[in-house]
């Protein structure tokens, strides 16, 4: 099912195991069909990652973000519910597309752009990192610490 396609920064920061992955892209939420497990399996065979851990952790980081996404914006609903309920109505928005596009500039700053040019592509690829088991070791000892 296809709703009004709003897009939205996603990243992750992961380590499992001996694994490190860092990458960041953009999620179409309003896109009910798109499946952080399936994008999670297919980012793991174009890594080459394969430790079974990773994809599953993968997915859980994107709902997770998802899930905040939407608690954020049932608020932000409500909170412009409610200041609409006190405003007079001569001031009301008459624009409903202001209210729904996602404010790229917001994401991206005045020098970014969604679409990335080719020459670039190289300082965008995700990053994985695969860590011997005593680095993990001394990873694993520094995060305790904290």
Known sequence: MQVKEKIMPLKIDLRVNN???RDQFL???GNLESDPE???????DDLNITDPEVGPAIAVCIREQLYEIA?????AMREAKMSKKRRAPEFASNS???NNAVDMFKYFGSK???IR???EWYLYEPVVDVVPKEEAAVVDAKEQLK
């Open 96 to 98: 409903k597309a202001m």
């Open 27 to 29: 999620w179409d939420i």
């Open 71 to 75: 608690s954020q914006t049932v608020s």
């Open 117 to 119: 040019k080719r020459k």
């Open 19 to 21: 694994t490190t992955i």
């Open 112 to 114: 970014g752009s969604v």
């Open 38 to 44: 399936e994008f999670a399996r297919t980012l793991c």
